[in-house]
């Protein structure tokens, strides 16, 4: 949610709808920007300010797009006050950057080797069984596929009690 109101129009019909998920959105948004960060690293303590930008964002491109619920007007008016990302939408509307989580996953220059994040990666193409993880990558995965946090986990602790059995 802006901090300032851009535009002094009223907003357009149907914002009465969607005003109060949006203000949960943005009070959840306050709360990670002043959660205390100490004994993270940098990034770890953006992960939840980003979880929420692509929820609120991704609820505006579902009410538009998906639901058909809103009109052009209000969704426009959305993107102008900056309730919603328009660079992340324009990317989910392309294919195969349908369940982008965020604009920092396609961008090589943040990344040591050049590579995409891992959640760029299809769900049928990776081997949860003989990957092998290091501390960040498993970071980046629970972030970006946390429907795969629980097989990771299980598959990590079996891994663990065959070492300790051999």
Same mark, same amino acid.
């Given at each position: 949610m802006p901090k300032?109101?851009?535009?002094?129009?009223?907003?357009?019909?149907?914002?009465?709808?969607?005003?109060?998920?949006?203000?949960?959105?943005?009070?959840?948004?306050?709360?990670?920007?002043?959660?205390?960060?100490?004994?993270?690293?940098k990034v770890e303590s953006l992960w939840p300010i980003f979880r929420l930008h692509h929820q609120r964002s991704r609820y505006i491109f579902d009410l538009f797009y998906k639901r058909k619920a809103i009109s052009r007007e209000l969704y426009d008016y959305c993107i102008k006050e900056g309730y919603a990302d328009k660079n992340l939408i324009a990317k989910?509307?392309?294919?195969?950057?349908?369940?982008? $989580? $965020?604009?920092?996953?396609?961008?090589?220059?943040?990344?040591?080797?050049?590579?995409?994040?891992? $959640?760029?990666?299809?769900?049928?193409?990776?081997?949860?069984?003989?990957?092998?993880f290091t501390l960040w990558e498993n970071t980046f995965l629970f972030r970006c596929m946390p429907d795969l946090q629980q097989e990771v986990l299980l598959q990590m602790s079996l891994s663990s009690k065959s070492n300790i059995m051999k």
């Open positions: 300032v109101k851009r535009s002094r129009k009223p907003p357009p019909d149907g914002w009465e709808l969607i005003e109060p998920t949006l203000d949960e959105l943005d009070q959840k948004m306050r709360e990670a920007e002043t959660e205390p960060h100490e004994g993270k690293r989910w509307k392309k294919q195969g950057y349908e369940n982008l $989580c $965020c604009l920092r996953c396609i961008q090589t220059r943040d990344t040591n080797f050049g590579t995409n994040c891992i $959640c760029r990666v299809p769900k049928s193409k990776l081997e949860v069984v003989s990957l092998v």
